[in-house]
């Protein structure tokens, strides 16, 4: 089994910014990307960005290109998304999921595939 956690959610206005905490604990093995995927009342659950768990490779939806960033940092399995610029837009439950994949961009948007954070919400008003 796989814990994820993901805060760093909140509200904010337009252009501001914010930036969401992936943290992975137990069977980290299991698992090769890193991913955040967002999901608004009435629509699907997208994937917005992922990463490699060794941050090798990484994916960046083209909604969010030049906005949002993924990266991973020094603590072990800890990954974070960067989100600058915000738009009302964005606005979105977003999920932590830790998939194995071969490459970041093929992660998918399936609560029974991998492992899955609880959601932090993300609120930008205009």
């Known amino acids: 089994q796989v814990r994820l956690v993901n805060p760093g959610g909140g509200s904010v206005q337009a252009g501001g910014s914010l930036k969401l905490a992936c943290v992975a604990s137990?069977?980290?093995?299991?698992?090769?990307?890193v991913g955040w995927f967002r999901q608004s009342a009435g629509k699907e659950r997208d994937l917005v960005a992922a990463?490699?768990?060794?941050?090798?490779?990484?994916y960046v939806a083209d909604s969010v290109q030049g906005r949002f960033t993924v990266s991973k940092e020094n603590v072990q399995y800890t990954h974070y998304l960067q989100m600058n610029n915000l738009k009302p837009d964005d606005t979105a439950m977003y999920y932590c999921?830790?998939?194995?994949?071969?490459?970041?961009?093929?992660?998918?948007?399936?609560?029974?595939?991998?492992?899955w954070s609880q959601g932090t919400q993300v609120t930008v008003s205009s």
């Open positions: 137990g069977d980290t093995y299991s698992f090769s990307c």
């Open positions: 990463i490699g768990k060794y941050g090798r490779g990484s």
């Open positions: 999921a830790a998939q194995d994949c071969g490459n970041p961009a093929a992660m998918v948007p399936a609560p029974d595939v991998g492992y």
